[in-house]
């Protein structure tokens, strides 16, 4: 049972403050106004470190799916400037300060008590942490974090070693779960099923190998995430306030003043065109249309809320090229990739993210200009790993190793579909236009004569299952720059894409052992390929 009420469950957990000092050091001394060990208990930790865990991934996988078009990415025409080192000192502080020094102080209590699965818990947390901290920033602490005051300055650990760290701690989780013993009171994710825990840290391990290029090793786990009823993921509620419970996408696409984002022109114009003329059906369930219409595409231009739908208004020679830039019709109203104009008085006219994953609104053309507590009032999902996206990792692997890639990159579009029809709030979706559209990709699939022209396919289609969480999107890109025909940055020349990220402020400015990065060109040790720079 995974379907949790999340609102008691956070609203419980909320009364946990384990944070250790406000600081911008790994100083983790004693907060006198936090709970200390001695007064606190297993269950309270783990179910902080669940919530804290939940809004790590949407935080990072936020910065990967706007670097990879799944959304839009806006702020600055310039790739190095989109995000600064103060971007990601909040995901550094809880990842540090919070759950890992959490897990830390958790785990002794645990032990005392033989309380394996909150441990096995922990470790596929940790691991998944440590992890996408490598994927990010490259080399980070681990063997001199959480000493507290007895190291402030922690030396950075090599990326592989901290990536063979993380295989360890799942393999350490595998065996705890396996070992039994009680369960906490919420298990936010799998309900108290070890099983769905061993699969997920499998797929977890497999998702390690796969960066590693280590084929073989991922092929030798078979006990992974095969069936969509076992996606690790974590379900959001509907309360808005103490505490705010609902999808964080949600958050700032539905309020009182209408959208706070804008879509992906990108992804929406590839949902749109389908394949082989058939549109997306999914298109209707990840976004909804305020309006139905989008001035100088098939409404009259309006200068004030999109100033490039204006006759006679300067389009770069290179986005005209592409053939994508400034509008889509029927009312769907986004942004182009690196569109860094102001904000006009269009927040009840944008496009908003739909029913799935954000809990937001089903697109039943009402076109009603939707606002705070509209739609599925923010009870959506937040993917971490995902069936679908093991059936396209399965499909790359054969392609790296002379297999044919055709059954698992179909399986993983069908998967995706079913999970999408699956989310409650909506309409079933026609299951003749599932099939369509699936038949139609394989048409393009067998007509696309090259591995180069089947890689796109399977690349644009692996994104679309991304929406929720771009962090796999950015590693698939980095790992082998698929897809390639990828709408460009609003600026001629926005620099090389990043192929890592800055170190996060509170890191790089108060620990004597590191300098920050120069550039973003700075690659993780298992990127060896990359994208073309764009």
């Not at 971007?87 to 990842?95: E, K, L, N, T, V």
């Not at 990159?409 to 599932?434: C, E, F, W, Y």
Request: with cysteine.
């Amino acid at each position: 049972m995974k379907n949790l009420n999340k609102l008691s469950i956070l609203a419980f957990s909320s009364l946990l403050v384990l944070s250790s000092c406000e600081t911008t050091e790994l100083d983790l001394t004693v907060n006198p106004n936090a709970l200390n060990p001695a007064q606190a208990s297993t269950d309270l930790f783990i179910n902080n470190i669940q919530e804290d865990f939940a809004s790590f991934v949407d935080n990072m996988g936020d910065v990967g799916a706007r670097l990879t078009r799944v959304a839009y990415l806006g702020g600055d025409r310039m790739y190095r400037d989109n995000y600064s080192p103060g971007s990601f000192s909040g995901s550094w502080a809880s990842a540090y300060q919070g759950m890992m020094e959490d897990i830390r102080l958790m785990n002794v209590l645990a032990a005392e008590n033989g309380l394996t699965y909150y441990i096995g818990m922990g470790q596929v947390f940790e691991a998944y942490i440590l992890l996408t901290l490598v994927d990010y920033f490259g080399d980070v602490p681990y063997t001199e974090a959480l000493q507290g005051s007895d190291n402030l300055n922690p030396a950075a650990d090599s990326g592989q070693s901290v990536y063979n760290a993380a295989i360890g701690l799942l393999d350490s989780a595998i065996s705890n779960f396996n070992s039994g013993g009680a369960t906490p009171q919420y298990d936010m994710y799998y309900g108290g099923n070890a099983a769905g825990w061993i699969k997920a840290a499998n797929s977890i391990k497999k998702r390690a190998y796969l960066n590693l290029g280590d084929y073989s090793s991922y092929n030798a786990i078979t006990n992974y995430i095969t069936d969509s009823a076992d996606d690790f993921e974590f379900k959001w509620g509907t309360n808005a306030i103490n505490p705010d419970t609902r999808h964080p996408i949600y958050r700032y696409n539905y309020s009182n003043t209408g959208a706070g984002d804008y879509q992906s022109n990108w992804m929406m114009d590839r949902l749109m065109k389908g394949r082989n003329g058939e549109r997306d059906p999914r298109i209707l369930y990840l976004y909804y249309r305020n309006v139905s219409e989008t001035p100088g595409a098939d409404g009259p231009p309006n200068e004030v809320q999109i100033e490039c739908s204006t006759p006679g208004y300067y389009i770069e020679p290179h986005r005209v090229a592409y053939g994508l830039y400034c509008v889509l019709p029927e009312g769907y109203w986004g942004r182009d990739h690196g569109n860094d104009e102001g904000i006009p008085p269009d927040g009840f006219e944008r496009t908003l993210a739909g029913i799935f994953p954000a809990g937001g609104a089903y697109d039943d053309l009402s076109f009603g200009g939707l606002g705070a507590g509209d739609g599925a009032a923010g009870q959506g999902v937040t993917p971490i790993v995902a069936n679908s996206w093991m059936h396209f990792m399965n499909a790359e692997v054969a392609v790296m190793t002379g297999g044919d890639p055709t059954t698992e990159t179909l399986a993983g579009i069908r998967s995706h579909m079913n999970k999408v029809d699956d989310i409650p709030g909506a309409p079933a979706m026609d299951q003749a236009a599932i099939d369509a559209y699936i038949a139609n990709f394989a048409t393009e699939w067998t007509a696309a004569s090259t591995l180069d022209g089947k890689l796109e396919l399977w690349a644009e289609e692996f994104w679309i299952t991304q929406r929720g969480n771009g962090i796999d999107a950015y590693n698939s890109y980095r790992r082998n720059g698929y897809p390639k025909n990828l709408q460009p940055m609003v600026e001629p020349d926005p620099g090389p894409f990043p192929v890592s990220m800055w170190y996060p402020q509170n890191y790089a400015a108060n620990n004597s052992n590191v300098s920050q990065k120069s550039d973003l060109t700075q690659r993780v040790f298992w990127n060896t390929n990359g994208p073309a720079v764009d």
